[in-house]
């Protein structure tokens, strides 16, 4: 299986102000597509060939594993962006507010928790086994699926994602993350989980590397009826 390097699901210039053309030529289309190709040497010939992304994360250590999951942080890091404002669907904003009190306090403490990560990595808002929303940090290329936890949103606070635009000032970059943060899509992988709660209800998606059909594929295998 070829990984392929997605397209962004925006134009290269669409998150400006806040993110600029020039990071996504570098971003994207030096730091992403190196981490695919690298990938895609890496797996030839390999037992790891024919596998998807995830499959790849879950049985791989390494330099093979590193390359797989910046793949996939990445590949869902750009669709936690949106050059529209959102905002995120009812049900899934009553979990924040009950969760984490309120939006605002839910957006203090991750960006908290991204700010203060230390060295390069990643944030996330995440359902773990049990539907529980969660904040978590990864360092360096880990990532919320290694533990079977369902990603919802990321925000990336390895350098190359903001040194073009805002030096040092991680904190600065993680403010205006908000501004850009995809709430439709988070909100859509939070209402698929109760979708396929429900008896009967598997839908296929079919692209290997597309990381909601990761998601769903996942959720769709943990709901099949055991015989």
């Known amino acids: 299986m070829l990984h392929q390097l997605p397209d962004l699901p925006y134009a290269m210039d669409a998150l400006e102000p806040h993110i600029s053309k020039e990071t996504l030529k570098y971003h994207h289309g030096k730091h992403h597509a190196g981490y695919v190709n690298k990938l895609n040497t890496l797996i030839k010939d390999t037992e790891y060939e024919e596998l998807s992304l995830e499959q790849i994360i879950r049985q791989s250590n ?4 590193n390359n797989a999951a910046q793949t996939f942080n990445h590949n869902f890091y750009w669709h936690s962006l949106s ?3 959102t905002e995120p669907s009812a049900p899934l904003k009553k979990a924040i507010d009950d969760t984490f009190g309120s939006m605002e306090k839910f957006q203090k403490a991750f960006s908290d928790a991204a700010v203060n990560l230390f060295g390069s990595g990643w ?3 995440v359902l773990d086994q049990h539907e529980k929303l969660l904040i978590k940090t990864t360092g360096n290329a880990h990532t919320p699926i290694e533990e ?3 990603p919802l949103l990321t925000c990336d606070v390895w350098e190359h994602a903001y040194y073009i ?3 040092n000032a991680r ?3 993680v403010e205006t993350f908000w ?3 995809n709430w439709e899509h988070a909100s859509k992988i939070f209402e698929d989980i109760e979708y396929l709660n429900k008896p009967g209800l598997l839908p296929l998606c079919n692209d290997p ?3 909601l059909c990761d998601i769903i594929d996942e959720m769709s295998q943990q709901n099949e009826p055991t015989t």
């Not at 390494?62 to 594993?65: D, P, R, S």
């Open 62 to 65: 390494g330099v093979i594993f």
């Open 179 to 181: 501004k850009l943060a």
């Open 83 to 85: 050059p529209s404002p």
């Open 209 to 211: 590397d597309d990381p």
């Open 148 to 150: 079977y936890e369902t």
């Open 123 to 125: 944030a996330w808002l």
């Open 165 to 167: 635009d805002y030096r």
């Open 171 to 173: 904190a600065t970059y």
